[in-house]
Nanobody
Framework: VQLQASGGGLVQAGGSLRLSCAAS????????MGWYRQAPGKQREWVAT???????NYADSVKGRFTISRDNAKNTVYLQMNSLKPEDKAVYYC????????WGKGTQVTVSS
């Protein structure tokens, strides 16, 4: 099982980051994929979903700022994050939607005010 998120970093408020997640072929081809995040001291929360046919859905907190996409040839899902806010600071994970019991390594996103 592979769910490897990357692309996080430190950015100023208003800036952008693009996250990537390489997933195992079986997971990617059979499932909708999602991005999730966990802020310090909080529970992990869902951020965005993309189905196998490309339909997308977003949490209200990121709607209009974040864009999820997928490259089926590369078994990779992306999260373009624009207009970042300090409250977007979290560790970001990808997983199937609904999520599997296994969570891979996340990627840290820090937004300075």
């Amino acid at each position: 099982v592979q769910l490897q998120a990357s692309g996080g970093g430190l950015v100023q408020a208003g800036g952008s980051l693009r996250l990537s997640c390489a997933a195992s072929g079986t997971i990617f081809s059979l499932n909708a994929m999602g991005w999730y995040r966990q802020a310090p001291g909080k529970q992990r929360e869902w951020v965005a979903t993309i189905t196998r046919d490309g339909s997308t859905n977003y949490a209200d907190s990121v709607k209009g700022r974040f864009t999820i996409s997928r490259d089926n040839a590369k078994n990779t899902v992306y999260l373009q994050m624009n207009s970042l806010k300090p409250e977007d600071k979290a560790v970001y994970y990808c997983n199937a939607r609904p999520p599997l019991n296994y969570w891979g390594k996340g990627t840290q996103v820090t937004v300075s005010s």
